[in-house]
């Protein structure tokens, strides 16, 4: 693309000759990748000065998009720069400089631009080399900067062949920019990938920094000879295992190339999310150093993914220049399923702890908990993902977990996590919280205090938020009646102690809520405590008899009387029913009643009457009386008596006399 641009310019030149014709048009030889021209327009007195009105500059490049002409004139030594105003001079960085001879003078012409196409020369000891189809060439650059400022350049490739992968790097980093100082030198790694497609023959790649660039030649060949060549080796190029899996290659490196060689490691192609690390059996490593003519052993390890598909699949690591293929088959798949992540947790002398919480965090958000059991162990199942952790513990310092991944249908052990004890700890535990209890008791607490400090402590003892006129009382035992204020635990030791709430004799019948407080030497426990109070359902019966005798064929009547003497709330729905031997009949009255409240009392009549051919003796009558509530009995002692047979005699006879006396004196009157 052609730019113009015409700009006025006042100059005055010191010149020794005579006017000449003009304009003069002078050709810019071509620089670092920049041609154009410069024309003169006016008259060029050489005897005198000759102002130039005006320039024009053209170049064929769309590199450079505008700019100006910044001449100077060698006269003597002397040096006069003009440019705009008359007077004034304007400073622009340079990528251009052009030798001009006018007459005896020389003129640099030096065009002023963008300032990343400056005066840059890119330097390469092996600007060519030989590779076959797929492998990868790495460049070693040195960017020049030839102009007293540093700056930033672009990192360009203007010419490659298609499909290869052409990038610029520094380490394990890619980049499109490079800054080099004043007058410096600044190095940068070019990478070229090529294709496993790629045909035999010569082929260019053209790079540029700024206003320098360069060409690099790969000639592709089919094979390399034996000498002067990296060999890499493994007995296995295609392992087997399950989605998930980490699959080791050994490899060995063997250097044919008649020189100490570096070779750098890295990964040229691999599936979506698996890993592939280089190792020397303890650390991981991206470079190695094999001197002529050795070997060096390493192990490739690729980490796959639990989701990853059934099927075969590869991956091309890169020693140097040199790559190598592997193949991975994945006879079974884990997609779907959640991980399991497991720990242990210690002390300082590697006793487990039991109790301690771990929380899961997936960034900053909780998302899964746990506590480790009394081996101190934890197991949790979670979905794929990389998480933190934090684990703490009543007396321990809070423990954080960095980074870890959980694969799906795999198990992440962390190991063992240690936990550093504070100074002044403990860890207090109610068995039971909250009770209910009758009225007119006193609930106890069993607290229990683990010293979990490094160091011996004395806990006080306090209760807070108890109800106006109650009273309470700390003790060792459940036995004994001594009140303690506070007590003395050595460090790791346990000690029980019981709280007893001593409430008025008349209170309601509800749930009261207190806390219990235990203070160490620097922190305060506090114990949530609640009571509940019931009343007691109770039922008194009474009979003015327990014992009653009678003769076959009469009836006996029971009074029994039925009273609610509990606190607890009315008794309902209260009814009798009699047990007796077979044949005996009973009939109560009332039937049934449908409440008794506190304090009330209801009397039932209870007809009792034996069967006719009952034989005499003492018999047992149960009556029970049933409510929703509770359900009480009374027993009683029927005596079913003998009839005499004087006394029937007795009444034949007298029966006999009247009949006599009737007839007497009916027959004879009186007389």
């Known amino acids: 693309m052609m730019k113009r641009e015409i700009l006025p310019l006042f100059l005055f030149l010191s010149l020794l000759s005579t006017n000449i014709v003009v304009p003069y048009q002078y050709e810019i030889e071509e620089y670092t990748g920049v041609k154009g021209s410069i024309l003169f327009r006016g008259m060029v007195d050489l005897n005198a000065t000759i102002p130039i009105e005006c320039y024009e500059i053209t170049f064929d490049t769309s590199m450079v998009t505008e700019g100006k002409v910044w001449i100077r004139i060698d006269d003597n030594g002397t040096i006069r720069e003009r440019i705009g105003e008359e007077g004034k001079v304007y400073r622009y960085k340079q990528i251009l400089i052009t030798l001009l001879t006018v007459g005896q003078k020389s003129v640099y012409v030096e065009f002023a631009a963008n300032p990343y196409y400056e005066r840059v020369t890119i330097e390469c000891d092996y ?7 797929g492998d990868i060439l790495n460049y070693s650059l040195r960017i020049v900067n030839h102009d007293n400022w540093g700056k930033v350049l672009d990192l360009q490739v203007f010419k490659k062949e298609e499909d290869w992968d052409i990038r610029f790097k520094t380490g394990n980093d890619y980049v499109n920019k490079i800054f080099v100082p004043a007058e410096g030198i600044a190095n940068i790694d070019l990478e070229i990938i090529t294709t496993t497609e790629t045909e035999l023959g010569t082929y260019e790649t ?55 060689r570096e070779y750098d490691l890295s990964t040229v192609q691999k599936p979506k999310d698996w890993e592939v690390r280089f190792t020397d059996g303890e650390k991981y490593i991206n470079k190695i150093f094999v001197p002529r003519d050795q070997s060096l052993s390493l192990t490739v390890e690729i980490e796959t ?4 598909d059934i099927g075969t699949k590869s991956v091309t690591v890169s020693v140097g220049d040199k790559t190598l293929r592997l193949y991975i088959t994945i006879t079974e798949t884990h997609k779907g399923e959640k991980g399991i992540l497991t720990l242990t947790v210690v002390d300082e002398e590697g006793d487990p702890i039991k109790g301690a919480k771990i929380e899961v965090y997936s960034n900053s958000n909780m998302i899964e908990q746990g506590m480790t059991t009394s081996d101190g162990k934890l197991q949790l199942n979670l979905a794929k993902g990389e998480y933190t952790a934090e684990i703490e513990k009543e007396g321990y310092y809070i423990k954080d977990i960095e980074k870890f991944k959980i694969k799906m249908g795999k ?54 938020d108890l109800p106006e006129r109650w009273d309470y009382k700390y003790k060792t035992s459940l036995e004994t009646t001594e009140a303690i204020s506070q007590i003395y635990i050595n460090s790791g030791e346990t000690k029980t102690i019981y709280l007893e709430i ?20 620097i922190e305060e426990y506090e114990e949530d405590l609640s009571v509940k109070f019931k009343g007691e359902y109770k039922m008194y019966l009474y009979s ?56 009330e009392s209801e009397t039932f009549v209870i007809k009792i009457t034996p069967p006719g051919d009952i034989v005499p003796s003492d018999y047992k009558i149960t009556a029970k009386v049933k409510s929703d509530q509770l359900e009480e009995s009374e027993d009683y002692r029927i005596t079913i008596k003998k009839e005499s047979k004087t006394s029937i005699y007795g009444i034949v006879i007298i029966v006999a006399a009247v009949v006599v006396l009737l007839f007497m004196f009916k027959k004879y009157g009186r007389r």
């Open 206 to 260: 053209i790079i540029r920094v700024g206003s320098g660039s360069l060409s690099l030649y790969t000639k592709i060949v089919s094979s390399f000879s034996s000498s002067g060549n990296t060999i890499l080796k493994t007995d296995y190029t295609g392992l087997v295992g399950e989605a998930g899996d980490i699959f080791r290659y050994a490899l060995t490196v063997t250097n044919k190339t008649g020189c100490d």
């Open 411 to 464: 198990t992440t052990d962390i190991g063992i996590v240690t936990l550093e004890s504070k100074p002044y700890a403990a860890e207090v535990s109610v068995d039971m919280p909250f009770k209910t209890v009758l009225l007119g008791e006193n609930p106890v607490y069993a607290i229990k205090i683990e010293n979990l400090g490094k160091n011996n402590d004395t806990y006080f003892l306090d209760i807070r």
């Open 127 to 133: 600007p060519g080399k030989l590779a076959r189809s």
């Open 305 to 308: 993914t639990g989701d990853s």
């Open 502 to 521: 001593i409430p008025p004799y008349e209170i309601e019948i509800e749930e009261y809520s207190f806390k219990s407080i235990i203070k160490s030497s």
């Open 544 to 599: 003015p008899k327990l014992a009653y005798e009678m003769k076959q064929g009469e009836t006996v009547e029971i009074e029994l009387k039925v009273a609610n003497t509990g606190n607890a709330g009315s008794l309902t729905n209260i009814e009798l029913e009699i047990e007796a031997a077979e044949g005996w009949t009973a009939l109560v009255d009332p039937e049934k009643v449908s409440s008794l409240k506190i304090g």
